[in-house]
């Protein structure tokens, strides 16, 4: 059974940064994967973050680019590094792993920025 465990997040001022883990389990250690980031801010539906594939091509969502990086260390850990964060950026953030056609999803870490 596939789990995700995410880690790192908290509270932080607004201009601070934050490192966001990702530990799966359950998967091949040859496992071919994208691991990607969401979040879900209050009342708004779950949106992605950035996403990263198995050679290492991440892809983000347009106004994350410049402040968010995704990075991954084989086929079970991934990192999201927030630089700059904002009030806005207040949500739980969701790991999740697509391998083949399954889909799975972390437990959640919640970032909270205060002004």
């Known amino acids: 059974q596939v789990h995700l465990v995410e880690s790192g997040g908290g509270l932080v001022q607004a201009g601070g940064s934050l490192r966001l883990s990702c530990a799966a389990s359950g998967i091949m250690a040859t496992s071919l994967n994208t691991m990607g980031w969401y979040r879900q801010a209050p009342g708004k539906q779950r949106e992605l973050v950035a996403r990263?594939?198995?050679?290492?091509?991440a892809y983000y969502e347009e106004s994350k680019k410049a402040r968010f990086t995704i990075s991954r260390d084989g086929p079970k850990i991934t990192y999201l590094q927030m630089n700059d964060l904002r009030p806005e950026d207040t949500a739980v953030y969701y790991c999740?792993?697509?391998?083949?056609?399954?889909?799975?999803w972390g437990q959640g870490t919640q970032v909270t920025v205060s002004s």
């Open positions: 999740a792993l697509t391998v083949r056609v399954s889909h799975y």
């Open positions: 990263i594939d198995s050679r290492g091509v």
